[in-house]
C-alpha cells in the first residue's frame, strides 16, 4: 500500500471511532484515564494502618 493509501485508511478508521463506533485497542489515553491514581498495594498499606487504628483504638476504649 501506498502512503496516501495508508493515510486514508487511517482517516476512516479515525472517523469511524469519533463517530461512536468501538475503537479495536483502546487508546494510551483511555487506558490511563481509567487508571487509579494510588496503585493496589498502596491502598491496602492506606487501610491496613486505618483499619488497625481503629481496631487498637477501640481495644484502648473497650479493656482500659
Known amino acids: 500500500p501506498t502512503e ?3 493515510r486514508r485508511k487511517n482517516a476512516q478508521f479515525a472517523n469511524a471511532v469519533r463517530s461512536g463506533k468501538k475503537a479495536v485497542k483502546p487508546s494510551h489515553q483511555e487506558i490511563m484515564a481509567k487508571r487509579s491514581p494510588i496503585s493496589l498495594w498502596a491502598l491496602g498499606v492506606v487501610l491496613f494502618v486505618v483499619i488497625g487504628g481503629v481496631l487498637f ?3 484502648r476504649l473497650v479493656f482500659l
Open 57 to 59: 483504638e477501640l481495644a
Open 4 to 6: 496516501f493509501d495508508l
